[in-house]
Structure formats: structure tokens, C-alpha cells
């Protein structure tokens, strides 16, 4: 064995004790880490000849990079949609590590991870209150949830047309809809070769984000019997607006449809009571995409799909590798290997097993209600602050707000995310809505209290004055 490797080895015990050490104190005191930073010049060393070892590359990383490390795990962290790692999480996440299983055998044979990764999903679909007639698994993120669920919804077409798409390539056009869908399913259809342009925008309904479904039905008359697909959304990422799910589930009593939601983080609403009726009907989509890293709170990578039994077969067609003989007949048997676009996989499904058992139904509830109501309250102040408005009603946990004055808002939102970046004690993005430059809190941390909007208020107050001088 190498010298390096196996003095490692040997200190095992020590190495993971230092790090350990060192997370705790991190995740301690994240509150005041950073949630912004100017990189500067970073002296990034090269391939070693001869290797250091873990206790002195963990030292090397730490006088390299902690600086320009954010708290993006943290309770102030509102840009883009960016979740938190709850401890149960994490301790799941670091097992994963340390067990290392490749999960893609459900037969019994082997380890039990795939079967653990079923399990979790039935978890899950009890969380968000879906019936037992979805399948579903774990990817990097809700990109590659989407990318897997229309890739089954493009086997389902080729199907409508006596196509076999997987075996012979895409049909000259697959007819598409959607009215504001995230730009990762746009990227889906790149990927599968549907073309991003081939995606026919619906109107949405005056002042909102959703499908206008009088408009829908009038597209959808002038061609009755032709097969589509559309994606749906529970939740965008501006306004946090959710399609009318009972009105397109309406819709499959007309239409021949593959019914596709990308529910990222807005399926997280069915653990409101107050906010669960904007998903009622969504039980009977075809596809469902759900984020993890996002509001269930476990670290990156991880997202799920959930695709309906009926298309179990039409999802093996497309993701069989049917060329390796030592793997079986691909349809018959289930196996993540012919279900999903990776082969080999890490053991997605652990952490997030973990922080469902170490919180439960209510524990997630509990998370949910409670970036909700923050989300109320930041509005409110910003509604009642001399130089800011809201942009957008709050329709879930993403404020979208922009500064009062209509000849200052562009040049002044970009110093302001700039300052506030600088000063690192929230972190916000700029974002485009009704062609006016405005700023995004999106809540999803566990940890964020009625505190952090205070402190948030405070500086937003205060970059603005500053600005403003
Ligand atoms: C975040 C998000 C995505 C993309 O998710 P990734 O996990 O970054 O791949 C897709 N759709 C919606 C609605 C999102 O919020």
C-alpha cells in the first residue's frame, strides 16, 4: 500500500475526528459565517508529487478555501431556492459516504440500499399525501427529475404515434405546453432532443403566473384528437404561482395528455393546511418533480421523481440497458439501473430516510408553517418600509419585492445585492418579473426565525440608505 494511504489508515480514527470536530464548530456557529463573499486572488495548489495525506489536505483546504466558503446552509441564506442541512440529514449524508453502496439491485441480492431507496419514496408520497400509484426514485436535482420524467413522457408519445422512441429516435415533433415553466425543464427538452423552441407558451390568467385555462381550452379545440404533453407548475420560482391542478385534471377527460408537474418545492404546500388545496388533484398527474436540497432540507445533490405505475413498462423501455447480459431480462425485473438515466449511483436515499424518521410528518409541518408565516411577515415589512414594495403577492415562502422609487430601481438593486453581499448577512438574488428588475427571498431553511428577519430588515433599510446618500 502507498506510505500516505496507509499512514491514513492506521490514523483513521484521528482524521475523522478532526473533521468532525471542526463540522461542529462550523455548523455551530453558522449563524455567523458569511452569507456572501469577494473572492479574491486564491493561490489554488497544484498536483502534489507526492501526496500530503487527509490530516494535512483537510488543513490545506482550511487556510485555502474557508474563506471564500458561504453559509449557504444557513438560516439567512434566500437566494435562488436554497435549502438547509437538518442533523439527521447530515448524518445520513455521512453514511453514505461511509457505506459507499452502488444502489441499483431491489432482487434481495445484495445490499439493501435500492430497496431502502423504495421505501424512502413510499415515505415520501405519504408526506406529501400521493397515493401508492407512483413509483419514483432519487436524482441529482429536480433538472434531472424533469429530464427523467419527460423523457418517459416522450416514450409515452412515441407510443401514440406506434413509435418506439428509445429504439428509434424522435418523431419530427412532439407537441408541448406549458405556461411558465422553470428553465430546467426548457433544458430537459434540449436534452432529450425535443427542442426547447418546440414548447408552445400558454397564456397565463391577468396578473398571474398560471396556465389561463379558458385560453388553454380554445388552443387545445383547434387540434381535439392530437396527443400532447404538458408541463404544469406547482410553484414558480418568481411568485410561487401553482396551475390549476383540478382544472387540468378536468382537462384528461377530453384530451389524450401526459400530465407533467414540476412541484421542485411547491409540493412542500400539502404540508400546510392551509395551503394544501392549491395541489388538490395533482394525484392524477403522470409525473411529479420533487427537490430535496430544496425544502426537505437535506444536502445537495438529491431531488426525486414520481412517475405512475401504469408507465412502469414505458419508463424500463427507456432507461433499459439492455446490453449486458449479466443484468437479466430489464423489463421484467425492477432495478434502478434500467429506471433512471445513471447506471451507478450513491445512496441518494439515505439522508433523506434519516431526517424523515428523525422528524416525521409533524417535524416537516412544522418547517413548512413556519417559513410560510416568516415569508407573511417579511411582506408585511416590506409593505410598511419607506423604500421598498412588494411585487408580487405572497403566495407561499418567496417574497418577490422592488425598491418604491420607479426611476431608481435598476441601477439601485444591483448595488443593493452588491452591498449586501458584501456585508454577508443575507443573501438575496435579483430576479426579472413583469419586466421589472425586483429582489427574491425564498424560505426553506429549518433554521430561519423571526429574528433573521430582523436582521434582514435592518440591513436591507440600511443598504438602501446608504445607497441612497
Ligand atoms: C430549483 C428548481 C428546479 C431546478 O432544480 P435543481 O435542483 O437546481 O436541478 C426546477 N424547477 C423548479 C420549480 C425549481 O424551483
Not at 49 to 69: C, M, P, R, S, W
Not at 303 to 309: I, N
Amino acid at each position: 500500500m502507498y506510505p500516505a494511504l496507509q499512514k491514513d489508515l492506521e490514523n483513521l480514527e484521528e482524521i475523522l475526528q478532526e473533521v468532525r470536530d471542526f463540522s461542529v464548530d462550523y455548523l455551530s456557529n453558522l449563524d455567523h459565517f458569511p452569507t456572501g463573499r469577494t473572492l479574491g486572488s486564491i493561490a489554488f495548489p497544484g498536483l502534489p508529487a507526492v501526496g500530503a495525506g487527509a490530516a494535512q489536505t483537510h488543513q490545506l483546504f482550511k487556510e485555502t478555501f474557508l474563506k471564500n466558503i458561504v453559509a449557504s446552509s444557513g438560516s439567512r441564506y434566500w437566494g435562488y431556492v436554497t435549502g438547509g442541512t437538518t442533523p439527521a440529514a447530515i448524518a445520513g449524508d455521512w453514511l453514505t459516504s461511509i457505506f459507499d453502496q452502488n444502489t441499483f439491485n431491489t432482487s434481495g441480492l445484495g445490499d439493501v440500499s435500492a430497496i431502502l431507496e423504495l421505501e424512502t419514496i413510499k415515505m415520501m408520497l405519504e408526506l406529501f399525501e400521493l397515493p401508492a400509484t407512483f413509483n419514483g426514485g432519487f436524482v441529482s436535482g429536480a433538472t434531472m427529475s424533469n429530464f427523467t420524467c419527460l423523457a418517459v413522457a416522450r416514450q409515452w408519445f412515441g407510443k401514440t404515434q406506434s413509435i418506439d422512441i428509445a429504439k428509434e429516435g424522435n418523431p419530427s415533433t412532439i407537441k408541448m405546453y406549458a405556461a411558465v415553466p422553470h428553465s430546467s425543464s426548457v433544458k430537459a427538452l434540449s436534452m432529450l432532443g425535443l427542442g426547447s423552441k418546440n414548447l408552445t407558451i400558454v397564456p397565463t390568467s391577468p396578473g398571474r403566473e398560471c396556465i389561463d385555462i379558458k385560453k388553454f381550452k380554445e388552443i387545445l379545440a383547434r387540434q381535439p384528437n392530437n396527443p400532447f404533453i404538458l408541463i404544469a407548475s406547482a410553484g414558480t420560482v418568481n411568485t410561487v404561482d401553482f396551475d390549476d391542478m383540478e382544472a387540468i385534471a378536468q382537462l384528461r377527460k377530453e384530451y389524450n395528455f401526459w400530465w407533467h408537474i414540476d412541484a421542485a418545492f411547491g409540493a412542500f404546500a400539502s404540508c400546510s393546511t392551509d395551503y394544501k388545496y392549491l395541489l388538490h388533484g395533482w394525484e392524477l398527474a403522470d409525473s411529479i418533480t420533487v427537490d430535496c436540497h430544496k425544502w426537505l432540507n437535506v444536502p445537495y445533490d438529491s431531488a426525486v421523481f414520481f412517475t405512475k405505475k401504469e408507465h412502469e413498462n414505458l419508463q424500463k423501455e427507456t432507461f433499459q440497458n439492455a446490453n449486458a447480459p449479466y443484468l437479466g431480462d430489464t423489463i421484467k425485473y425492477f432495478s434502478y439501473l434500467n429506471f433512471v438515466p445513471e447506471s451507478s449511483r450513491r445512496f441518494r436515499a439515505l439522508p433523506v430516510w434519516f431526517t424523515l424518521q428523525a422528524y416525521g410528518k409533524a417535524g416537516y409541518c412544522s418547517i413548512v408553517e413556519n417559513n410560510i408565516t416568516l415569508a407573511k411577515e417579511l411582506a408585511g415589512k416590506i409593505e410598511n418600509s419607506a423604500y421598498y414594495q412588494l411585487a408580487a403577492p405572497v403566495r407561499l415562502n418567496t417574497v418577490c419585492f422592488t425598491v418604491k422609487d420607479k426611476n431608481k430601481r435598476d441601477d439601485y438593486i444591483k448595488a443593493i445585492i452588491t452591498k449586501l453581499n458584501e456585508n454577508g448577512k443575507i443573501f438575496l438574488t435579483p430576479t426579472l418579473y413583469n419586466e421589472k428588475s425586483c429582489i427574491r427571498a425564498a424560505l426553506v431553511n429549518w433554521r430561519t426565525g423571526k429574528a433573521d428577519i430582523e436582521i434582514a430588515m435592518k440591513e436591507l433599510t440600511e443598504v438602501y440608505e446608504l445607497i441612497d446618500k
